[in-house]
């Protein structure tokens, strides 16, 4: 069976939207394409399947449920495969509170401890931005590893990139400062935020020095 397709023409280029069969819009430029074909969850968080897991614990099962055309997930816990991060040293508990070495999973070592040698983890360890990105109505304020900000950011796919820190190592303590700042206008445990004001803008950007300082 063919393809159902809508082309938009004009003297220079040809647009072809088409479906995949499964619900995905696929888009063509001549001979390119982009598919968006994350799930549902996805979109959602702005993140992989396994950047969700590590952010908030959250695993998500498949069900054989659709709503309009769509598959639906419920949210299921994981406890085999966290028992077996913590044996492999990819997440440990320092007072009680879970830390995750984002790098090592990011850059797939083979356990939590010891950096192949290659590794960015040996120039960038302990390393990282604040990203401030803006989707519709929503903005967010996240932050990531001076090794996965280019990847972390592009994944979301949002619809402009407003300010970008250099690379350093209290980017953790810089986002929770700004989560905290705005506490009253984010969406609950999510680093989404709404209803920011110009004024409001103006400052997130100002903490993060006013520019985009890696290359996206």
Known sequence: MSKSRLFFNNDTQKITF????????????????????????EKFFGMSEDEIHKEFGLC?????????GERQYEISSD????????????????RGKEVWNEQALDEGWENGWSPPVKSKAKNNQGKG???????????????????QIQRRIKYQKPMEILA??????????LEKELHHHFADKRVLKYEV??????EDIKYIMNKLGNKIHVKI
């Open 18 to 41: 088409t479906t995949a069969g499964t619900g995905t819009l696929q888009t063509f430029c001549g001979d390119i394409y982009e598919e968006d074909t994350r799930k549902k969850h």
């Open 60 to 68: 998500f099962k498949e069900t054989d449920i659709f709503i309009g």
């Open 79 to 94: 406890f085999e495969a966290k028992l077996w991060l913590i044996k492999k040293g990819f997440v440990r508990y320092v």
């Open 129 to 147: 931005h604040v990203y401030f990105v803006k989707s519709k109505n929503f903005h967010k304020i996240g932050s990531s590893s001076a090794a």
């Open 164 to 173: 970008v820190s250099p690379k350093i190592e209290d980017y953790r303590k």
């Open 193 to 198: 935020f709404e209803n920011l004001t110009e």
